[in-house]
Nanobody
Framework: VQLQASGGGLVQAGGSLRLSCGAS????????MGWFRQAPGKEREFVAG????????YYANSVKGRFTISRDNAKNTVNLQMNSLKEEDTAVYYC??????????????????WGQGTLVTVSS
């Protein structure tokens, strides 16, 4: 499975961005999907996750109420709608896939496949 993240860019604080992650190589419709991010000088952290059928979603406390994760299994994609962006949301955002849907969304080692990352920069 290859994951390709896109949609990053420069946005002012309070603005919005929509990230997309497309999967190729095989269908990921049975996989849990998620987003992580890594800010400069910090460790990579969990942002959001979604179960294989979209029935369950999970968010880091720092983004809850501002970010929304969704998926389109017909298109083999997962999206992250980011609203009310803050400077502290500046990071490289990575999409990830968990083929077994372990449920350990916040645990990096639970994820089997990673995209290359897309940079989001939020300016004041």
């Amino acid at each position: 499975v290859q994951l390709q993240a896109s949609g990053g860019g420069l946005v002012q604080a309070g603005g919005s961005l929509r990230l997309s992650c497309g999967a190729s190589g095989r269908t990921v419709s049975s996989y849990a999907m998620g987003w992580f991010r890594q800010a400069p000088g910090k460790e990579r952290e969990f942002v959001a996750g979604i179960s294989w059928n979209g029935g369950s979603t999970y968010y880091a406390n720092s983004v809850k109420g501002r970010f929304t994760i969704s998926r389109d299994n017909a298109k083999n994609t997962v999206n992250l709608q980011m609203n009310s962006l803050k400077e502290e949301d500046t990071a490289v955002y990575y999409c990830a896939a968990d083929r077994y849907g372990s449920g350990w969304y916040g645990l990096e080692s639970a994820w089997d496949y990673w995209g290359q990352g897309t940079l989001v920069t939020v300016s004041s």
